[in-house]
């Protein structure tokens, strides 16, 4: 009786381990396929820009989904480098300017005989180039710069290449000026605080803290790019759209009159290589989310989320693509 107790003790006990083998062989298929979620970086710019904080507001909204395993927000050189680390696989999604992502489509500037397949999900805010004078400086137009100290961006910057094109507008070139700085937005206030510069070019979201900054030391006003030469600007450079930096707006300035001048669209782009139902599901949250009370970000709070998939210079990604004809909001 005993041997046969320990017997059935025995078997019962063989049967659970096979039933655990069993089950942990099945979990270890069923994770090493399911999982079929993705785990997306997600390439921003600098710590200190726009770019990166927008990066970590979307990373919980993306990581809702089940089709997102994690997030990582990465660091970055910003649009350039992000366009080429989503080309060599680095990064499924990531934040760009429009002009870039123009001249990779384009295979243009630095992206010359190396054009890229670049895929938008949905379009942002835009930068706006801001070109700040010393009232003293006598400079009301663009045109005003010849012969003028100007702070033109870091070489290879987003704000250098605005500045060529806006100075190319009014037939201007690095030539005409008295003088030149490739300075960062600190060192340009800065230097026109010292009365080193006459004026400086700023192309980023509205407002800029370090103009909020100079606006409370020094005397100066915003120069208008309008009229002839920003049609020049957007007929040449389509990624270029009119903008009016709004009086009498606290959050931007409080100017007493309105500024114009134009912006560059930013962007939301992702791997071709995604599926169209994980970029589908990111392309919804990100939708919903800009209709919540949650946003957090400024810049994301000036958008109108049914106009984020328009004028785009980059073609859809087919999972955008989709969602967004579900909403009816593409022209």
Avoid at 48 to 72: C, M, Q, R, W
């Amino acid at each position: 009786m005993f041997n046969r107790l320990l017997f059935v003790l025995a078997l019962a006990f063989t049967t659970i381990l096979a039933a655990c083998g069993g089950d942990g062989g099945s979990e270890e298929a069923s994770g090493s396929s399911g999982s079929g979620s993705e785990s997306i970086v997600l390439g921003t710019g600098g710590t200190s820009g726009t770019y990166y904080p927008i990066g970590g507001a979307l990373k919980p909204v993306f990581e809702e989904s089940d089709s997102i395993d994690n997030v990582t927000v990465e660091s970055t050189g910003a649009s350039v480098a992000n366009i080429q680390n989503i080309e060599d696989s680095l990064n499924q999604m990531a934040i760009i300017m429009s002009d870039v992502g123009y001249d990779a489509i384009e295979g243009k500037g630095q992206f010359d005989g190396n054009a890229v397949d670049v895929q938008a999900m949905a379009g942002m805010y835009q930068n706006v180039v801001q070109v700040v004078a010393l009232k003293e400086s006598g400079i009301s137009s663009i045109e005003d710069l010849e012969g003028k100290k100007v702070g033109v961006g870091k070489v290879g910057s987003g704000v250098e290449q605005s500045a060529q094109k806006v100075l190319e507008a009014v037939g201007l070139t690095y030539d005409d000026l008295s003088k030149v700085t490739h300075t960062g937005y600190a060192d340009s206030v800065q230097e026109m605080k010292n009365g080193n510069l006459d004026a400086a070019f700023f192309t980023s979201g509205v407002p800029n803290s370090n103009i909020t900054d100079l606006m409370q030391q020094t005397d100066i006003h915003f120069v208008e790019i309008k009229g002839d030469t920003a049609e020049a600007l957007m007929e040449k450079y389509p990624f270029y759209k009119a903008n009016t930096i709004e009086a009498g707006d606290e959050a931007s300035y409080g100017l007493e009159e309105s500024v114009e001048t134009v912006g560059i669209q930013n962007m939301i782009i992702v791997s071709p290589d995604l599926s169209e139902d994980v970029v589908y599901d990111m392309t919804k949250r990100y939708y919903e989310y800009l209709g919540t009370e949650e946003v957090s970000v400024g810049a994301l709070k000036q958008l109108d989320r049914d106009e984020i998939a328009k004028d785009l210079i980059a073609p859809l990604h087919p999972g955008a693509k989709k969602f967004y004809e579900e909403q009816g909001i593409l022209e």
